[in-house]
């Protein structure tokens, strides 16, 4: 008898745990980074080469360090793009948009809810000289000698990875984000 009490309790408690609520910003940040991605500001450009060079190094260095490979992906490379953009437009380095939206917002309006843990980076180098596959290097570079990017980026968890890449001037800036399903 008293079994069956705790469990009809347990599922009591499961069955009346409120849904979690859509994230209202997420549409709205959606519309955002599309217009911000297909308006570009004046001399700017996004580098689909180095977002793959960017995504091969992530995979190259956590294997070099005895974790398992990412596979690049499109799901989240324009909430990728926009962040970058939004850095480059700001000069600036963060999580935060200019406009307020937080990288959980950027993840959920184009990856969803249900991904599993997930994280993001970003970088920018504008020392001058081309951009090249070089630079790539040096900005990826800034995220495995800083103890917290590096952490994410070696999380094993992490299955897949998407990378905004945009260049304008001599100017880099970079964001990948890594999700587990």
Request: charged share 25%; glycine share 8%; net charge positive.
């Amino acid at each position: 008898m008293v079994r069956c009490l705790a469990v009809a309790a347990a599922f009591v408690l499961v069955c009346a745990w409120p849904a979690p609520k859509e994230t209202v910003a997420s549409p709205a940040y959606r519309a955002y980074a599309i217009k911000l991605v297909t308006n570009l500001p004046a001399g700017a450009r996004i580098r689909p080469d180095l977002e793959a060079e960017l995504d091969a190094m992530a995979s190259a260095a956590r294997r070099k360090a005895g974790k398992s490979a990412v596979r690049s992906s499109d799901l989240l490379r324009q909430a990728a793009r926009a962040q970058a953009v939004e850095m480059l437009k700001g000069n600036f380095v963060g999580h935060r948009s200019a406009s307020g939206f937080r990288f959980r917002q950027r993840f959920e309006a184009f990856g969803g809810d249900e991904r599993g843990d997930f994280a993001e980076i970003a970088a920018r180098d504008r020392q001058s000289g081309a951009v090249d596959k070089a630079k790539a290097r040096r900005l990826f570079g800034q995220w495995l000698k800083s103890a917290g990017h590096k952490r994410q980026l070696m999380n094993r968890w992490y299955k897949y990875v998407s990378t905004g890449a945009i260049q304008r001037g001599h100017h880099l800036y970079a964001v990948q984000i890594f999700w587990e399903k």
